[in-house]
C-alpha cells in the first residue's frame, strides 16, 4: 500500500463489480477511503442485491483500508445526492467521484423500446448528472476535486445495436467537456475514460453479434490494437487513480482510451476537411463541391447490400 | 425551383422557425413534400402555438410547393410515431427525416435542476431517437432513407454553462454513429450536422456570458464566423437528402454560413503501452512528458477571490 491517494474520499459508482470495482481497491490500496457504490443490479438494470458492495467493502477492510457501501441507484437525482450525503456522513469530506455504473439493452434501432432506451440513458448519462451535479456543489467551495466520467467507443467511434448505450456514452463525453469548463476555474478537473474490458457487461454482447458484424463488414468500435490482447477490468484502475491525484491537477476535459497496457489521448472532433464559397452557395455548387473533393473516398462504416433471394 | 428531391417526402422537426424552417422550405422548393413539424414553443420549452408551423406551410405552398404542419412534440414515443404517421398519411410515404428541434435551459453544472436537465434531454437526445425510431422501421422495408441529425461544437468541443445541451448534443452524435451502423447494410444513411448560425436559441446565451468566457479565459467552441444566416445550413442538408449523397454515411459535418466541413471522430493521436498493468507510479512519472505533454486545459484554475469582509 502506497499514498497517493492518502486522506482522499472517493466515490465510486458501479464498484461492486468490474472495471469500478478495480477502481475502487486501487484507491483503498493509494490511501482513499471509499463509498462503494452499487446496487447490485443485473446487467439489464433488474434486481437488486447487496453482496456485491458488501464483498468489495469487505476486501478493502480487511486489507486495512476504509470503505463504506450504498446501494443507492445513480437513476435519480435523490440517489444522487444520498451517495455524496454518504460520503460527507462517513468520512467528513468528499475528494473524487468516479462514475462507471452502467447497464446495457442492446437492440438495433427499428426494434428498440422505450424502456430499452430510457433504463440505459437513465442509468450511464443521468445517473453521471445525478452524482456529479451535488459533488460539484461541494467542489467548488473547496475550490478541489476530481471528476471522472466513463464513456466508450460505442459511443465515441459507434457499434451497431447500440443506439442507447452510444447516446449515451458519447453524451456522457460531452457532458465531461462542459463540465470541464464549468469547474475548471475553481481548481477542479474533469476527465473521462473510455475502457475496454471483459466485464459481464461486454460478456452479454453475443459472439454471435460480433461475427455478423464482421461478415457484413460493418464497422466495429474499439477494434483491439495491435500491441495487446489484456483486456483484463483492473487494467483500466491505475490511469484512473492518476487522474484523480494531485499529479493529475492540469489535467482537464479530455477523453483517454484505456484497455490492456495501452493509455491514449482521444481527439476531441476537429475539422478535416472544408469547402468555402463567398457569399451563399447555390445547390449545383455545393453538390459539386461536396461530391468531388468534401465526401470523395469518404468511409461508410455499414455499405449497402443487395438482399438475398 | 428545382428537383433535387422531387417526388421525395421530408419530415422537418422544430421547422417554424430557424434552422429547421430554412430547411424545410429549401427541400420543399427542391420538390420535397414536407411535414412541418413545429409545437411552437418557447426557447425554454414552454407554451405552444400553432402558428410557426402553419406560416411556413403558408409559405411553401404560396411558392407552389406541397406542405402539410404537425404540431406534435418530439419528446414522446407516441409523438414521433404520429410524426411519421402524418408523413404516410398525408403524402404516402417517407424518403427523408431532419431533427433540428431544440431548446436551450442553460445554467452552470453546480445550480442546475433535474428539469432543466430532463427538459434539454428530452427535447433533442430522445427527441432525435422517438422520430428516427420509426422512420427506420419504414426505412428497412423499403430499403431506402435519409436520416439528418443535428448535434452541435456545444457537446463535441464544450461550452461553459451547456451541462445538458452538450450531453444531449454529443449524444446525438453517438447516436446518430450507431444508427448509421444499424441501417447502412439496406441502403439508407445517418448523418449529423453541427450547425452555427443566429437564431431565436443562439440569442437566448447572453453576450455578458460571452465576455466572462473569454475574460476569464475559458475556451469556447469556434470563433464565430462573419455570416452566420440560418439558412445557411439548408443547402448541404437538402445535398446530404438526396440520391447523390448515398455514399456519406455515419459522419458529422460542421456547417456555418458559407463554410461546410467534415468532422473527424474522436480517435487516439497519442498512446502509452507497456506489456502487462502500468503502475500509478510509472504513470506518474511518465505521463507529463508524454500524453500530458503541452495538453491544454480548457478552464485553467483561478486564484480564490479574497474574502469578503
Not at chain 1, 189 to 215: G, H, K, L, Q
Not at chain 2, 121 to 126: E, F, Q, S
Not at chain 2, 236 to 243: G, M, N, Y
Request: charged share 20%; glycine share 10%; proline share 5%.
Amino acid at each position: 500500500m502506497v499514498d497517493v491517494l492518502k486522506d482522499k474520499v472517493a466515490i465510486v459508482t458501479g464498484s461492486g463489480r468490474g472495471i469500478g470495482r478495480g477502481v475502487i481497491k486501487l484507491m483503498a490500496a493509494e490511501g482513499a477511503k471509499v463509498v462503494v457504490v452499487d446496487p447490485g443490479v443485473n446487467v439489464d438494470g433488474t434486481g437488486t442485491d447487496n453482496g456485491p458492495a458488501d464483498q468489495v467493502v469487505k476486501e478493502i477492510t480487511d486489507a486495512g483500508g476504509a470503505a463504506v457501501a450504498s446501494y443507492e441507484s445513480v437513476a435519480t437525482m435523490e440517489g444522487g445526492e444520498r451517495i455524496v450525503q454518504t460520503a460527507i456522513d462517513s468520512f467528513g469530506r468528499l475528494d473524487i467521484v468516479v462514475t462507471p455504473a452502467g447497464i446495457l439493452r442492446d437492440r438495433m434501432i427499428f426494434n428498440m423500446t422505450e424502456e430499452e432506451w430510457d433504463d440505459v440513458v437513465a442509468v450511464h448519462l443521468k445517473g453521471t448528472f445525478s452524482v456529479v451535479k451535488p459533488a460539484c456543489i461541494l467542489f467548488r467551495q473547496q475550490r478541489s476535486g476530481r471528476i471522472i466520467t466513463f464513456s466508450s467507443g460505442s459511443g465515441l467511434v459507434g457499434s451497431s445495436g447500440q443506439a442507447n448505450y452510444g447516446a449515451a456514452k458519447s453524451g456522457i463525453a460531452g457532458f465531461t467537456k462542459v463540465v470541464a469548463r464549468d469547474m475548471g476555474r475553481y481548481g477542479i478537473t474533469c476527465n473521462c475514460i473510455s475502457p475496454s474490458a471483459d466485464s459481464r457487461m461486454t460478456a452479454t454482447v453475443p459472439e454471435e453479434a460480433r461475427a455478423v458484424r464482421a461478415a457484413r463488414g460493418i464497422a466495429a468500435a474499439g477494434a483491439r490494437g495491435p500491441q495487446t490482447t489484456r483486456r483484463d477490468p483492473d487494467d483500466i484502475a491505475p490511469f484512473a487513480v492518476y487522474l484523480a491525484s494531485d499529479h493529475a491537477s492540469n489535467v482537464n476535459g479530455h477523453v483517454f482510451r484505456v484497455y490492456g497496457g495501452n493509455v491514449s489521448l482521444m481527439s476531441a472532433p476537429r475539422v478535416i476537411n472544408t469547402i468555402y464559397t463567398e457569399g451563399q452557395w447555390s445547390l449545383d455548387d455545393l453538390a459539386q463541391q461536396a461530391e468531388d473533393y468534401l465526401t470523395m473516398d469518404l468511409f461508410n462504416p455499414a455499405p449497402a447490400i443487395t438482399p438475398q433471394q | 425551383m428545382g428537383d433535387t428531391l422531387k417526388d421525395k417526402v421530408a419530415i422537418v422537426t422544430g421547422s417554424g422557425r430557424g434552422i429547421g424552417r430554412g430547411i424545410a422550405k429549401l427541400m420543399a422548393a427542391e420538390g420535397a413534400k414536407v411535414v412541418v413539424v413545429d409545437p411552437g414553443v418557447n426557447v425554454d420549452g414552454t407554451g405552444y402555438d400553432r402558428s410557426p408551423a402553419d406560416d411556413v406551410v403558408k409559405e411553401i405552398t404560396d411558392a407552389g410547393g406541397a406542405a402539410v404542419p404537425c404540431y406534435e412534440s418530439v419528446v414522446t414515443m407516441q409523438g414521433g410515431e404520429n410524426i411519421v404517421k402524418t408523413a404516410v398519411d398525408s403524402f404516402g410515404k417517407l424518403d427523408i427525416v431532419v431533427t433540428v428541434a431544440g431548446i436551450l435551459r442553460d445554467r452552470m453544472i453546480f445550480n442546475m435542476t433535474e428539469q432543466e436537465w430532463d427538459d434539454v434531454l428530452n427535447v433533442h437526445m430522445k427527441g432525435t431517437f422517438t422520430v428516427v425510431k420509426h422512420a427506420c422501421i419504414l426505412f428497412r422495408q423499403q430499403r431506402s432513407g435519409r436520416i439528418i441529425t443535428f448535434s452541435s461544437v456545444s457537446g463535441l468541443i464544450g461550452n461553459s454553462g451547456q451541462a445538458n445541451y452538450g450531453a444531449a448534443k454529443d449524444g446525438i452524435a453517438g447516436f446518430t454513429r450507431v444508427v448509421a451502423r444499424d441501417m447502412g447494410r439496406y441502403g439508407i444513411t445517418c448523418n449529423a450536422i453541427s450547425p452555427a448560425a443566429n437564431s431565436r436559441m443562439t440569442a437566448t446565451v447572453p453576450d455578458e456570458s460571452r465576455a466572462v468566457r473569454e475574460q476569464r479565459g475559458i475556451t469556447t467552441s469556434f470563433r464565430s464566423e462573419l455570416r452566420r444566416e440560418a439558412e445557411d445550413i439548408a443547402p448541404f442538408v437538402t445535398w446530404l437528402a438526396s440520391d447523390e449523397a448515398a455514399h456519406v454515411n455515419g459522419h458529422v459535418f460542421h456547417v456555418t454560413g458559407s463554410t461546410v466541413s467534415l468532422m473527424s471522430d474522436p480517435a487516439p493521436i497519442k498512446t502509452i503501452h507497456k506489456e502487462g498493468r502500468w503502475t500509478v507510479d510509472e504513470l506518474i512519472q511518465l505521463f507529463p512528458q508524454t500524453l500530458g505533454y503541452e495538453l491544454p486545459n480548457p478552464a485553467p484554475a483561478q486564484p480564490a477571490p479574497p474574502p469578503q469582509r
